[in-house]
């Protein structure tokens, strides 16, 4: 092949790349201006079935109606746009309970089995709104869908149809969540933390590796009952120091005999992490009988367990607050500029660094 040929045929492949890529441009250009006037036609529809349940004219009989006439994809996306920001939790049940057996909106949930991700996204969603107790093994399967954003939309669900069975499969999931989906999962769970508590105490009693551990010591934190913080107590004592330092963290809301001991031994622990960490439980806990490893952590090496220990010894009434006043005069020049530093902050301050 001749030089000029190589050039023309470079020429031309970069030609069709432009084309393509303008191509490209004007159909999502046409297809966003196709959305924006599907939406404002949709707006237009449903704004006077809206002020008439809002205004409860009707029990959301005209608007259940008037969602039939657009496009299912559109209808999904105003219904939760509507469900999210404009009508109360009553309201939200009985349009759900009107729509939810309307052709678009089985259309819609059927996509939980597509394998392009964003279709069983909209399903996931979808379900938020309009889940029902049936629905169970459906979400149930989004949740453990391979897709992050899909598992974190179906976690919405929880709220409307949270079997025991399906709390138990979230539960036991957990450890394979990514960290975002995982706390969020945590907190939905907080809404049925009586099955929950039962699930979480009986897999912190059975053997598992510290990373699954670790994930329902989170769940136990998060729902923060009484018998899930007695399940947390015995890994304060564990081989696995992140396992440790997380149990230490949950700690702080155990307010039990057996819960302030654990962390008053964890102040004298090997790791920084794991004393910096039961240095925030034995302020939360009250724990005075701990101020005397205080003084002592206030001449840590580490800057985060000093920190750690003089906010704690503010918040433990005048007998902290009298022995922080003598760290700054300690002749341990961290110890001291730290005292100083956290006896200048106002009450305020140190409540929010407290609860960081």
Same mark, same amino acid.
């Given at each position: 092949?001749?030089?000029?040929? /190589?050039?023309? !045929?470079?020429?031309?492949?970069?030609?069709?790349?432009?084309?393509?890529?303008? /191509?490209?441009?004007?159909?999502?250009?046409?297809?966003?201006?196709?959305?924006?006037?599907?939406?404002?036609?949709?707006?237009?529809? $449903?704004?006077?079935?809206?002020?008439?349940?809002?205004? +409860?004219?009707?029990?959301?009989?005209?608007?259940?109606?008037?969602?039939?006439?657009?496009?299912?994809?559109?209808? /999904?996306?105003?219904?939760?746009?509507?469900?999210?920001?404009?009508?109360?939790?009553?309201?939200?049940?009985?349009?759900?309970?009107?729509?939810?057996?309307?052709?678009?909106?089985?259309?819609?949930?059927?996509?939980?089995?597509?394998?392009?991700?964003?279709?069983?996204?909209?399903?996931?969603?979808? $379900? +938020?709104? !309009?889940?029902?107790?049936?629905?169970?093994?459906?979400?149930?399967?989004?949740?453990?869908?391979?897709?992050?954003?899909?598992?974190?939309?179906?976690?919405? +669900?929880?709220?409307?149809?949270?079997?025991?069975? $399906?709390?138990?499969? !979230?539960?036991?999931?957990?450890?394979?969540?990514?960290?975002?989906?995982?706390?969020?999962?945590?907190?939905?769970?907080?809404?049925?933390?009586?099955?929950?508590?039962?699930?979480?105490?009986?897999?912190?009693?059975?053997?598992?590796?510290?990373?699954?551990?670790?994930?329902?010591?989170?769940?136990?934190?998060?729902?923060?009952?009484?018998?899930?913080?007695?399940?947390?107590?015995?890994?304060?004592?564990?081989?696995?120091?992140?396992?440790?330092?997380?149990?230490?963290?949950?700690?702080?809301?155990?307010?039990?005999?057996?819960?302030?001991?654990?962390?008053?031994?964890?102040?004298?622990?090997?790791?920084?992490? !794991?004393?910096?960490?039961?240095?925030?439980?034995?302020?939360?806990?009250?724990?005075?009988?701990?101020?005397?490893?205080?003084?002592?952590?206030?001449?840590?090496? +580490?800057?985060?367990?000093?920190?750690?220990?003089?906010?704690?010894?503010?918040?433990?009434?005048?007998?902290?607050?009298?022995?922080?006043?003598?760290?700054?005069?300690?002749?341990?020049?961290?110890?001291?500029?730290?005292?100083?530093?956290?006896?200048?902050?106002?009450?305020?301050?140190?409540?929010?660094?407290?609860?960081?």
């Amino acid at each position: 092949m001749t030089r000029f040929a /190589a050039l023309l !045929v470079v020429v031309s492949l970069q030609l069709v790349f432009v084309v393509l890529t303008l /191509a490209l441009l004007f159909a999502t250009r046409h297809r966003r201006q196709r959305g924006r006037e599907h939406g404002d036609s949709a707006k237009e529809l $449903l704004s006077g079935p809206l002020e008439r349940l809002m205004l +409860a004219q009707d029990g959301g009989e005209s608007l259940a109606r008037a969602l039939e006439l657009l496009r299912p994809d559109v209808a /999904a996306r105003e219904l939760l746009a509507i469900g999210g920001t404009r009508l109360s939790a009553d309201q939200r049940r009985a349009l759900a309970t009107l729509v939810r057996a309307a052709p678009w909106v089985k259309q819609i949930i059927a996509q939980a089995g597509s394998r392009r991700w964003w279709k069983r996204l909209e399903a996931a969603r979808l $379900l +938020a709104v !309009v889940c029902e107790e049936s629905d169970g093994p459906l979400v149930a399967r989004l949740l453990l869908d391979s897709h992050p954003a899909v598992t974190s939309a179906a976690t919405a +669900a929880l709220a409307s149809c949270a079997s025991p069975a $399906l709390v138990t499969v !979230v539960v036991t999931g957990l450890p394979s969540r990514s960290p975002a989906v995982r706390l969020q999962q945590c907190i939905a769970l907080r809404r049925h933390s009586a099955s929950a508590t039962t699930v979480v105490v009986r897999r912190l009693a059975m053997p598992a590796p510290p990373a699954s551990l670790r994930a329902w010591v989170q769940l136990a934190e998060v729902l923060g009952t009484p018998a899930a913080l007695a399940a947390v107590v015995p890994f304060a004592s564990h081989a696995d120091v992140d396992l440790r330092t997380s149990a230490a963290r949950a700690l702080r809301f155990c307010f039990s005999v057996e819960g302030a001991e654990a962390v008053t031994r964890l102040l004298r622990d090997e790791d920084w992490r !794991v004393r910096a960490a039961a240095a925030r439980a034995v302020g939360a806990l009250n724990v005075r009988e701990a101020i005397p490893t205080l003084i002592d952590a206030m001449h840590d090496e +580490a800057w985060w367990v000093r920190f750690r220990a003089g906010l704690a010894l503010a918040d433990l009434f005048q007998e902290g607050r009298f022995a922080l006043a003598n760290v700054r005069a300690s002749p341990d020049p961290f110890a001291a500029d730290m005292a100083t530093l956290v006896s200048g902050l106002s009450d305020g301050s140190r409540l929010e660094l407290t609860s960081a």
